[in-house]
């Protein structure tokens, strides 16, 4: 089953509050140093991007709420949801466009980080306006943005 079907694969809980409890004890683990692997490490990799979270993944419930940070309002539980979706996403070649953008954002000199977040906004964006109002995330519609954002990516 492609990955992007999250919810129908099992991985909706990347944006639950059922994750909490999950992150919280990635963080744990990842303060006592602990070898991390699957989603766990791809949930420590995005946590370790971003800094800017620490002090909330141990206040629970702050985590899942959007707090404004650094000028931005962001769910950072979300947020981290979104950088491990698009890292399996990367890791699965599922759909395989998401590769091409991203390789083609990085030659344009694009940081590999600011690249995650261009892919996770336009995969964000659509997960939240089908999978969560009960309907599948349309796989033609992701291929075609992710197509759009190639072509300003070739244009810029």
Known sequence: MPFYLLKESG???????QALSIYFNVWERMKREEDLSGDSELIADAMRAHPEFDSLWPQGEAAFHPQEIDGYVVNPLIHTGLHVAVEKQLFQQDPEEVEVVFKALLEKGVPRHEAIHRIA??????YFLSVRRGGPLEETVYIEELKLLMEQTENS
């Open 121 to 126: 906004g336009l995969w964000g964006n659509l």
């Open 11 to 17: 991985m909706d809980y990347l944006f639950s509050k």
